[in-house]
């Protein structure tokens, strides 16, 4: 079943350019200029939100199976599922720093761009990981009912272009989205 395959494929796409949006910002930061904030923290959010919920459960299923069928995965797995955790947590970390400049609570330039850049880089070394090295695999060992396990590890995810509770939240978010299409 490559379904899932192609979805996660297709998350993953849609990661790396909220990612890339999202250094854009970071950029502006680092310049002295005022970024904006409302966005950064929605692209965050979001992230976390649906990796958390969609993305991550169905990919720490598959890839369980994934090491019964070849042991020798089992070293670059673990390393992905505790990064899902690490990814987590400097979200997290990264949310509240940006939470205390919406706030105005007075907070370091550089406990900003610290959280923000170790967040990039964790993220995008995750994703290139799992396209790389975990993916290929999967496609060739994972049998039709490990898929089905993956895919029932979550109920389906909402397409945000049609949930409104969507599109209140990330407002900011999809207005930019809509303003850059993708090149
Ligand atoms: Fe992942
Ligand atoms: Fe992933």
């Known amino acids: 079943m ?13 990661f790396a350019r909220l990612l890339d949006l999202f250094d854009t910002q970071l950029a502006a930061f680092h310049e002295g200029e005022r970024p904006n904030y409302e966005l950064m923290t929605d692209i965050v959010d979001y992230l976390r939100r649906y990796g958390d919920r969609f993305h991550h459960p169905r990919e720490d299923a598959a890839f ?6 070849d042991p020798e995965m089992r070293l670059p797995v673990n390393r992905l599922l505790q990064e899902h955790r690490v990814i987590a947590r400097a979200s997290d970390e990264l949310l509240e720093r940006l939470g205390e400049i919406a706030d105005d609570v007075m907070t370091s330039r550089a406990d900003v761009e610290m959280a923000a850049a170790t967040y990039l880089v964790y993220y995008r070394h995750h994703l290139a990981t799992e396209e ?14 490990d898929w089905a396990a993956a895919q029932a590890a979550t109920p389906e ?12 939240r990330y407002r900011e978010l999809l207005q930019y989205l809509a303003q850059h299409p993708k090149r």
């Open 2 to 14: 490559a379904t899932l395959l192609d979805q996660w494929h297709a998350e993953h796409v849609a």
């Open 64 to 69: 369980a199976r994934l090491v019964e069928r």
């Open 132 to 145: 790389r090295r975990v993916m290929p695999r999967a496609r060739d060992l994972l049998r039709d009912e």
């Open 157 to 168: 995810a909402p397409d945000p272009s049609s949930d409104a509770d969507f599109g209140e």
